[in-house]
């Protein structure tokens, strides 16, 4: 089955530590994004990148850092200058422009998601 | 600066009733809109989307409506089944910011028996 997985589902981080989050993707997708969810609010995008080896900043990127060494893997280290770690975090990917020259829309698929919490 | 708002936080609707979620939204550079479905604990799921050079779009149960001079999206699930209970976002992008996502605030979709 293809899908996104995420791992791992639950996660604990003491004080001043980096914790690195999964997500792989089985989908052949170009696009992949990260996400933020905190209680009662939206999703805000972290960081995304549209193809292996190049990265973006999102809205809140500060405090975290990503790589895309690999089309299907696109991991979350998540720093100690990230003052308010404890957020559910959720990767998705889209096709991106795949094979095409330029990009069109289409849907974004999520993975279930990582709970962060501090110890 | 919200750019998509959802401006009921909680929408309580009766088993075979019409669901309405709305959503608003202030930039003009959006041309694609979607909703998602989402239970505690989980990753959303993609329900449906429109272009903007539609204003209707239909799955199933699953209809979206995008009135682009008022800025307005509502999703409609006729008719609503208990299973439907979760949480919905809207979200939106634009092509020119090749497929990033902003996502409203949610409505929590209650459908009781």
């Known amino acids: 089955d293809g899908g996104i997985t995420q791992s791992p589902k639950y996660l604990f981080r003491k004080e001043g530590q980096n914790v690195t989050l999964s997500c792989e993707q089985n989908?052949?997708?170009?696009?992949m994004y990260w996400y933020r969810q905190d209680p009662g609010q939206g999703l805000r995008l972290i960081y995304y990148?549209?193809?292996?080896?190049?990265?973006q900043k999102g809205d809140i990127a500060e405090g975290y850092s990503v790589s895309r060494e690999k089309k299907e893997s696109f991991p979350l280290t998540v720093t100690s200058a990230q003052k308010n770690p404890t957020a559910f975090y959720l990767c998705?990917?889209?096709?991106?422009?795949?094979?095409?020259?330029?990009?069109?829309?289409?849907?974004?698929?999520f993975g279930d998601g990582t709970r962060l919490s501090i110890l | 600066d919200q750019q998509v708002k959802q401006n009921s936080p909680s929408l309580s609707v009766q088993e075979g009733r019409i669901s309405i979620l709305n959503c608003d939204y202030t930039?003009?550079?959006?041309?694609?809109f979607l909703w998602y479905k989402k239970y505690p604990a989980e990753g959303p799921t993609f329900l449906i989307s429109?272009?903007?050079?539609?204003d209707k779009n239909e799955d199933g149960r699953f209809t979206v409506f995008l009135n682009k001079s008022a800025k307005h999206l509502s999703l409609h699930i006729v008719p609503s089944q208990p299973g439907d209970s979760a949480v919905y976002f809207c979200?939106?992008?634009?092509?020119?910011?090749?497929?990033?996502?902003?996502f409203g605030q949610g409505t929590i979709l209650t459908v009781h028996p």
């Open positions: 989908l052949n997708h170009d696009a």
């Open positions: 979200a939106a992008s634009s092509t020119l910011s090749y497929g990033k996502l902003t």
């Open positions: 998705a990917s889209s096709i991106g422009r795949g094979t095409q020259t330029r990009y069109s829309n289409q849907p974004q698929h």
């Open positions: 429109i272009s903007s050079i539609k």
């Open positions: 990148s549209q193809i292996v080896n190049d990265f």
């Open positions: 930039n003009s550079m959006f041309d694609y």
